[in-house]
């Protein structure tokens, strides 16, 4: 039994069909069947969920910009998408080089004390 839900209007409506955007080139549709789809995702008859690689190609920025902006509270999305924020993501994914963990030289230093001893 499909979920129903109106649509503002007190319509009742089937639910949308979700498509698994990283299922969709596995499905071998022909192109009419993708455009059909498409045309179904276009009219909200379908919701596609897009993976990260798909919407970071699709909107031009680095899978990993995506996953830092899901880490951030939706109230600090909304101040960077209307402007009112300009933090760096840059700064985010790299700490200032004062601040960044020395263990790579650390436990360099600890395999010649080891050897030396």
């Known amino acids: 039994m499909r979920n129903?839900?109106?649509?503002?209007?007190?319509?009742a409506t089937a639910a949308p069909s979700v498509i698994n955007g990283r299922g969709l080139q596995h499905r071998n549709?022909?192109?009419?069947?993708?455009?059909?789809?498409?045309a179904d995702i276009l009219d909200g008859l379908a919701?596609?969920?897009?993976?990260?690689?798909?919407?970071?190609?699709?909107?031009?920025?680095?899978e990993r910009y995506i996953?830092?902006?899901?880490r951030?509270?939706?109230?600090k999305r909304r101040a960077i998408l209307s402007g009112r924020d300009s933090t760096s993501f840059a700064s985010l994914?790299?700490?200032?080089?004062?601040?960044?963990?020395?263990l790579k030289k650390r436990a360099s230093f600890a395999a010649i004390e080891r050897v030396l001893s």
Do not use: H
Not at 4 to 11: D, F, P, V, W
Not at 29 to 38: H, I, K, T, V, W
Not at 54 to 59: C, H, I, S
């Open 93 to 102: 994914i790299r700490p200032p080089i004062g601040r960044r963990p020395l």
């Open 67 to 70: 996953r830092l902006a899901q």
């Open 29 to 38: 549709l022909d192109a009419r069947q993708r455009a059909s789809l498409g």
């Open 47 to 62: 919701v596609m969920q897009s993976s990260i690689r798909q919407l970071a190609r699709q909107l031009g920025v680095n």
């Open 72 to 75: 951030l509270t939706p109230e």
């Open 4 to 11: 129903i839900y109106t649509n503002g209007n007190s319509a």
